[in-house]
C-alpha cells in the first residue's frame, strides 16, 4: 500500500490486514519501551493546512514509536500564508527528503491529487480533506468497535482477522459535513456492518441514498426501531456552517442531541463514540460522554496504534511493489 487516502478504497482483506496489524502496534504501546525501530532512517512530514490537535499529535506520537524522524508543518505561520500553493509546499518539503507526508487539508481532494500529481515520490496519507475522508479516524472507530463487542470475559481481546459483521452502528448529527461519517460509512459497509444516519434533512448531503445506509430524521424512532449496538455522535462543525442549519443549540440538543435522558434509554451493551472534540451539552450530554458505555478516550488510544499500522504499511511494507 503505497498511500492511503480513502477508506473507498480498502477491500475486506486489506481492511482486517490494517486492524490487525495495529493490533500488533497496539501492544507495543503496552511494553515499558514503546518503540520499534521499524522506520528508522525514514523522514515523516506532518504537513496541517487545518488546525487539530489529536489527529496531529496521534500521527506524530504514531511516527516516533516507530522510530521515524517527524517533521511538523502546520499552515499558519508558513509561507502558505504567502500564497505558495500545495505543490511548492510539497515539493520543497520533498526536497528536504520526505518519505511520507500525512496530509490535513481544507480542500476534499487535496491528497488525492498530491499522491497521484507526480509532484512527489512520498507516500500519502489522508488525515482529513475538507467534508470528503478521514480514512485513519475511521480506521481506529472500527479498531474500538472490534475491541470492544469482541472482548472476552477475562477482558482480554478476541478481535485478530474479525469483521464487524452485522454489527448495528446509528450515526447521528452533521453528516453533511462530515469526513468522518463518509470514512465510516464505506469502511463499516466493507467490514459487514450496517449503517444508519440521524440528522435534520439540512445536514444531510444531497444523494445521501448512494451511502448504503438508511436514514431517519427523528433520533428517538430511529433507537426505536434500529437497536444499535453502537451510537457515533458527530461534532456539530460551526466552522464549515456559513447560514442557519437549524434553530438553535438548544433546540438541536433536545432533538438530535444525546441528552442524559435519552443516554439513560439505551441498553447498557450500547457504545457510544465521538470522534471529538465534543460540543458537550450540544451534541453530546456529561452523563453519555463520561459513562463506561463512552469509548471516547479509547478512540484516541487506539488511533496511534492505527496510524502506527498505516505508516508501517504505507513506508515500510512492501516498498517498491505497486500496490
Ligand atoms: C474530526 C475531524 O477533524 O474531522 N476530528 C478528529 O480528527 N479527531 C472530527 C471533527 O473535527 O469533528
Partial sequence: ????????????????????????????????????????????????????????????????????????????????????????????????????????????????????????????????????????????????????????????????????DGVEVVIVGDVLHSRVARSNVWLLRTLGARVTFVAPPTLLPVGVGAFDARVFYDFDEALRSVHPDVVMMLRIQQERMHEAFFPNGREYARSWGLSAERFRRLPESTLVMHPGPMNRGLEISDEAADSPQSTVLEQVTNGVAVRMAVLYLTLAADRGDAS
Fill in 1 to 164: 500500500m503505497k498511500h492511503l487516502l480513502s477508506t473507498a478504497d480498502l477491500g475486506r482483506d486489506d481492511a482486517i490486514r490494517i486492524l490487525d496489524i495495529a493490533e500488533d502496534m497496539a501492544d507495543v504501546s503496552l511494553r515499558e519501551v514503546k518503540k520499534l525501530p521499524t522506520l528508522r532512517g525514514i523522514t515523516v512530514v506532518n504537513l496541517f493546512f487545518e488546525d487539530s490537535t489529536r489527529t496531529r499529535i496521534s500521527f506524530e506520537a504514531a511516527a516516533k514509536r516507530l522510530s521515524a524522524d517527524v517533521i511538523n508543518f502546520a499552515a499558519k505561520g508558513s509561507s502558505v500564508s504567502k500564497g505558495e500553493s500545495l505543490k511548492d509546499t510539497a515539493q520543497t518539503l520533498a526536497a528536504m527528503g520526505a518519505d511520507g507526508i500525512v496530509i490535513r487539508h481544507p480542500a476534499s481532494g487535496a491528497p488525492r491529487v498530491l499522491a497521484e500529481s507526480g509532484w512527489v515520490d512520498a507516500g500519502v496519507v489522508n488525515a482529513g480533506d475538507g467534508t470528503h475522508e478521514h480514512p485513519t479516524q475511521a480506521l481506529l472507530d472500527a479498531f474500538t468497535m472490534r475491541r470492544r463487542l469482541h472482548a472476552r470475559a477475562d477482558g482480554t481481546s478476541a478481535s485478530r482477522g474479525k469483521d464487524l
